[in-house]
């Protein structure tokens, strides 16, 4: 891959990747008071101290049977910490915060590591490995700051966001895709990185539709909240059903209802709810929407045909173009990409949930160096979600990059747009 560069210079170019990443990352955890990092605030998921050793024991566990004289100094955390949980059916983890090391066992092991790693990424012969290391780390940049996010305020330190971009009133609308072909996938001849669950690249006949030009807005779901939407059974599958009802789910995560009107939780400070941000719901309260209006969620391929001919200059960079930015913007701020279609804001303002269930293309290999990285979510639990927020690094803003989720998580940067067939 990158055949036209010079192999020292690729090297040189990950590397300094893998140290940005290390230092985004680590502003992260910085985010959170002491003793706040023995909390779980998502009940699905670890105690925020998993993560802090995980993403070294990642790293040592990918990289350092592959450089070859590096051996092993602590086997325990390398297992402790190799992976993360997901659990289906709501098995919750029941672990205790005493049941996890110190953090100076923690913080000793992580600088271990990157001693001992550095000096020795120069033998890696395969860039591959890099950039798994890289996009591993910067995944968990955007999922610890939706953790993050459930902290209380008091249980962290706080920032000033950057202003916010304003915008004319959304004027609503869909916009007519003809029939066509969409490309999903990457080719084995691209010369960008890709995830295993990429590959292979393939066209998909998609018949006429037509989708939503913007990405479902908070007033929007406001006015399907006003109208009982989360007590009207017909909209909801059983399953769907049944998870709101035992969680008493009665609105989005991220939304509050006090002194008398909704409020947004941004990561930073609660403000006014405002209407013409995207929302950010689980795919069952997507779906839900999507039936009350009588429309549904786009597939995986209507998705790509909608995306189809926008600017697609941000594959194969990587860096945020803006640190501070916690927040997306309206959903038709002047500064969204609009497909050629004249679809607007598919990529970077707010993921979005498909109706595709994650599962592989035709001609998939997992990487024999992580083979559970997507197979292990290949249990029909999981729905694609496609496009970045604003936690996103813009190397995986990339058409072909695939994300995914159970549909009942109601933590991601995530919305929608519904489409009529
Ligand atoms: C691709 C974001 C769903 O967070 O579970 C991180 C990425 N995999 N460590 C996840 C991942 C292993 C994954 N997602
Ligand atoms: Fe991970």
Request: with cysteine.
């Amino acid at each position: 891959m990158l055949a036209t560069q010079p192999d020292v210079e690729i090297q040189h170019n990950l590397l300094s990747r893998l140290a940005d990443a290390r230092r985004q990352t680590d502003r992260l955890f910085e985010i959170v008071k002491p003793e706040a990092l023995y909390t779980r605030p998502i009940p699905e998921r670890h105690r925020i101290v998993f993560y802090i050793g995980h993403l070294e024991a990642f790293d040592w566990n990918l990289l350092s049977p592959r450089i070859g004289k590096l051996k092993p100094f602590h086997p325990q955390f390398d297992q402790l910490f190799a992976f993360g949980i997901d659990p289906v059916d709501g098995r919750l983890p029941s672990d205790k915060p005493a049941d996890w090391p110190s953090l100076a066992e923690v913080r000793g092991y992580v600088i271990r590591v990157r001693n001992s790693l550095d000096p020795a990424l120069d033998a890696l012969a395969d860039p591959m490995l890099l950039h798994v290391a890289i996009e591993h780390r910067l995944m968990h940049a955007e999922t610890l700051a939706y953790m993050l996010h459930q902290l209380p305020f008091a249980d962290r330190f706080q920032q000033t966001g950057s202003g916010e971009p304003s915008a004319e009133p959304v004027r609503f609308g869909m916009v007519d895709i003809p029939a066509g072909s969409a490309t999903l996938g990457l080719s084995r001849h691209d010369q960008v990185f890709g995830w295993d669950n990429e590959y292979e690249a393939h066209s998909v006949a998609v018949p006429a539709f037509t989708i939503d030009q913007y990405k479902v807005t908070n007033g929007q779901y406001q006015q399907f909240i006003d109208a009982g939407g989360y007590e009207d059974r017909s909209l909801w599958s059983p399953a769907d059903w049944n998870w709101k009802s035992e969680q008493s789910i009665t609105r989005p995560i991220f939304w509050k209802w006090h002194s008398g009107r909704w409020f947004l939780r941004n990561m930073f400070e609660e403000i006014p709810l405002p209407a013409d941000w995207p929302v950010y719901v689980s795919h069952a309260e997507a779906s839900a929407y999507a039936r009350w209006v009588g429309k549904k969620l786009p597939s995986e391929a209507q998705w790509h045909r909608a995306e189809h001919g926008s600017d697609e200059e941000t594959g194969g960079h990587c860096g945020r173009f803006d640190f501070d930015k916690w927040n997306p913007s309206p959903v038709n701020a002047l500064s969204e990409s609009r497909s050629a279609f004249g679809v607007a804001g598919l990529i970077g303002n707010g993921w979005e949930w498909t109706s595709t269930v994650f599962a592989p293309f035709e001609g998939f290999q997992p990487f024999p160096f992580y083979p559970g990285y997507s197979a292990n979510f290949f249990d029909g639990q999981h729905y694609v979600v496609k496009g970045g927020s604003t936690r996103t690094e813009t190397c995986m803003l990339r058409p072909s990059f695939r994300n995914w989720f159970q549909p009942h998580y109601q933590y991601v940067y995530a919305g929608f747009r519904c489409v009529s067939e």
